[in-house]
């Protein structure tokens, strides 16, 4: 089995960690208005990377918790952080990685700018991920707020044939819901392409992290997780131990 790595998610809306459901920003938890502390609580508790989203970003189509993003880049300088939400152009994606960002995550730009990607994946080899957010095999853009017409692994063969690092699919059915990750739909993505899989949404417990694991071989490498570890339905690094362990 190969190792599956346990992603953190810490969700940026007006300078504050929260937690939306199915990405509405009307239905948001706020859970610390101390990033860098949600940060080291999740350092300490063993993450080897860490996923940041600007939600405000991503409605607006600019960075705007920015500054929280590099408070946590400056208190981990080492660990790798991957960042999404709001990244529509290519002077974005520079600043975010001369902040230290490792991995810039593309997600409504890809899809209605699919030459973008492959021009990006040029520029910045080794650091673009695109996010694909799907309902029903669909993508989804916009925050979540429509649907696209694109099938989800038609365009993942795409953006692996531009070169990106990986791709996180998320099910936005499942996302913030607590009822369990969509283990079918992310192997059938996986399975599809030859680039690693992130899954994301619908983590609830240890279950959801034995599913995943069971299913490593596919190229499924990491999982986000965020409400749960934040509501304790899921102890993180337990989590991560017992992912760890499932490799051997």
Not at 31 to 48: I, L, Y
Not at 63 to 76: H, L, Q, S
Not at 232 to 240: I, R, S
Request: charged letters at 25%; glycine letters at 10%; hydrophobic letters at 45%.
């Amino acid at each position: 089995m190969s190792q599956l790595l346990l992603i953190p998610a810490i969700d940026l809306k007006d300078g504050k960690c929260v937690r939306l459901r199915q990405g509405k920003m009307d239905d948001v938890t706020v859970f610390s208005d101390d990033p860098v502390a949600t940060a080291k609580r999740w350092v300490d508790a063993g993450a080897r990377r860490l996923h940041l989203v600007d939600l405000n970003g991503a409605r607006s189509g600019e960075p705007v918790n920015a500054d929280a993003i590099a408070a946590i880049i400056d208190a981990f300088p080492k660990l790798p952080i991957q960042v999404g939400g709001g990244i529509r152009d290519e002077e974005t994606i520079q600043m975010y990685l001369d902040m230290g960002v490792r991995y810039v995550i593309l997600g409504t730009k890809a899809v209605n700018a699919p030459h973008f990607v492959s021009d990006v994946c040029v520029g910045f080899a080794g650091h673009i991920i695109v996010g694909l957010d799907a309902k029903d095999g669909k993508v989804a853009i916009d925050g979540w707020s429509k649907l696209s017409g694109h099938d989800v692994i038609d365009l993942a063969k795409k953006f692996q044939d531009d070169g990106v690092e990986a791709i996180i699919y998320t099910d936005i059915g499942r996302d913030g819901m607590m009822n369990g990750v969509n283990v079918e739909a992310t192997v059938k993505l996986a399975n599809a392409v030859s680039i690693p899989i992130i899954a994301s949404g619908g983590i609830t417990n240890l279950d959801d992290i034995r599913k995943l694991c069971d299913v490593t071989d596919t190229g499924i490498a990491g999982a986000i997780t965020g409400r749960a570890i934040y509501e304790g339905t899921l102890d993180f690094a337990e989590a991560q131990k017992l992912a760890d362990q499932l490799a051997k």
